[in-house]
């Protein structure tokens, strides 16, 4: 029943712990981290609230510790994926109805769980599975998911407050659909608030989900899910299979009742995703929704007035964080002749002060990378740098699998701009760095422009203000997200609405009301109160 305006309490970001030596969260993590490694767990898909196992049992491993089994996940198939969309549609109209506070609330619920009970947990198993050290993992795994919940319910009163004007005699309304069918979310490894969001947002729209976790991500998945029920997702509303891309794809993306596409991954998956929808658009019930975030090819561009130290910070944090697994790494600079020498020195000096190893040990600023075909890429960009004459490594270079996937920071100078590793997503610890004259900044910009076809962030370092909003016009097009003076990583909810463009995705910014449009199907509706009785108007009298 609505007899009530209702508010959502006014959102704010959850406060990022620090995890200090001594500090009561740091001992509370451990324990945790060393509950989780003392078992095995046995993960099944979720498929309309139920458990479901096939027996097609399938290990899970943490990247930096080869040798350790964390538990065995059900892998599932097309079967599976049907399962899954049944459920979703018998969920919808109960759903769909269900008033949007009580949809709200739900997620509310999660956030208050996930900030307090929940955070050790989800933390420890994206640091285990995931290879992410404690602070990666608590502006993840806990703060920007807990900002997710609470800022999408605030956008969805914003979203249904906004109502058309009336003239006299009229009542116009305007009310936001759920999609008809189901959305189908594709998510990727590198962040476990984004594997959220990209089933929670279409839920909270009043959408059914069927959610295919990626497999390196599926140990964090589980929480995600026990954390979706502890709050009172009912049962279909998200149904989390474990299946094989190509197969779930074959599934869903025949099925008439496909509402929506909400992905994060490569961008070649995507592409393949949008033409397999456009060839099976006669079959769909309506014109599906294709949500993307895709790849980048973030860079720093420094003015000759920047800050070495600023600049050679923003390098080291925005290219090595997370091994540079986020769509928003720093993984191509272009420095000015004149500030290079300084820049140099601070960063290879601070490179060789970063630790390298388990995420058990608080100390390591960098953790493995994700799996053994990311390794292999990777590191095949490397040893290629290591035989051309145009490029030279100043840092790092060394790599091993023996105990777990490590990758060492990597820094790669080149002479060409358009070098390949200045061009092509590595996703990776490797930024590769172009020294360019003061007095070629024009001619560095374009090489910037056209050197890579994504267009997701960017970071200009510059003091001078006129020189400052040169760039920024200049560089309007090449990044969704912008940052000035400072490195392009670490969009905040509700501060920083993270999606870019070109060959980056489709822009809907997460983290906004804009992505949660993209969930929902307007409906107008116009009431008059004194119908006329008479067709006649007044320009036909004589």
Not at 326 to 345: D, F, G, H, N, T
């Amino acid at each position: 029943m609505a007899n009530a305006f209702f508010k959502i309490p006014t959102p704010k970001n959850e406060p990022v712990k620090a995890y200090r030596k001594g500090s009561p969260e740091r001992a509370s993590l451990k324990a945790e981290l060393a509950r989780l490694k003392g078992q095995e767990l046995e993960i099944p898909m979720i498929i309309g609230g139920k458990e479901v196992r096939t027996g097609n049992l399938v290990s899970i491993h943490p990247p930096h510790e080869l040798k350790h089994t964390l538990g065995h996940y059900h892998k599932g198939g097309a079967k599976e994926v049907n399962m899954a969309i049944d459920a979703a549609l018998a969920a919808r109209s109960s759903w769909e109805n269900t008033p949007w506070q009580e949809r709200a609330a739900v997620f509310l619920r999660a956030a208050e769980l996930l900030a307090g009970p929940y955070r050790d947990r989800m933390n420890a198993a994206t640091m285990l599975a995931q290879s992410k050290n404690v602070f990666q993992a608590e502006i993840d795994a806990a703060c920007e998911m807990v900002d997710f919940f609470r800022f999408n319910a605030a956008y969805l009163e914003q979203v249904y407050s906004d109502q058309p004007n009336s003239a006299a005699g009229i009542w116009n309304r305007l009310e936001h659909r759920p999609l008809e069918g189901f959305v189908f979310a594709v998510t990727p490894f590198n962040f476990t608030s984004i594997c959220a969001n990209l089933c929670a947002a279409p839920a909270q729209m009043g959408n059914v989900v069927v959610w295919k976790p990626s497999d390196t991500q599926i140990y964090s998945a589980k929480v995600i899910m026990d954390l979706f029920m502890e709050a009172g997702l009912p049962a279909g509303v998200v149904n989390m299979v474990f299946a094989d891309g190509p197969v779930a794809g074959e599934v869903c993306f025949k099925h008439p009742e496909l509402s929506g596409l909400h992905f994060t991954g490569s961008t070649k998956t995507f592409q393949y995703m949008w033409k397999t929808i456009g060839e099976n658009i006669h079959n769909y019930r309506s014109y599906p929704r294709i949500v993307g975030e895709t790849g980048g090819k973030d860079y720093v561009l420094a003015y000759k007035d920047a800050k070495a130290d600023q600049v050679a910070t923003a390098l080291l944090r925005g290219a090595f964080e997370y091994q540079g697994q986020k769509c928003s790494a720093a993984s191509r600079a272009y420095i000015p002749q004149s500030l290079w020498p300084a820049v140099e020195e601070k960063l290879v000096a601070d490179l060789k002060t970063v630790k390298m190893g388990t995420v058990e040990d608080f100390s390591n600023f960098v953790n493995a990378v994700i799996d053994e075909r990311a390794y292999d890429k990777i590191t095949a960009y490397i040893e290629q740098a290591k035989k051309d004459e145009g490029a030279e490594i100043i840092a790092g270079g060394n790599h091993s699998k023996e105990e777990g996937y490590f990758i060492e920071p990597t820094v790669i100078v080149v002479k060409d701009p358009h070098y390949v590793t200045m061009k092509e997503e590595l996703f990776g610890p490797v930024m590769t760095i172009f020294v360019y004259e003061d007095e070629e900044l024009d001619a560095t910009i374009e090489a910037l422009d056209t050197a890579s076809p994504y267009a997701l962030t960017g970071a200009i370092f510059a003091t001078d203000r006129l020189v400052i909003n040169e760039l920024i016009e200049k560089l309007r097009h090449t990044a969704g997200n912008f940052y000035v003076n400072d490195k392009p990583t670490g969009a905040v909810v509700g501060q920083q609405p993270f999606g870019g463009g070109r060959a980056s995705g489709t822009n809907d910014k997460a983290g906004s009301y804009l992505n949660l449009l993209r969930w929902v199907s307007p409906r107008t509706i116009k009431e008059t109160f004194v119908s006329p009785t008479d067709y006649r108007y007044p320009f036909l009298e004589e």
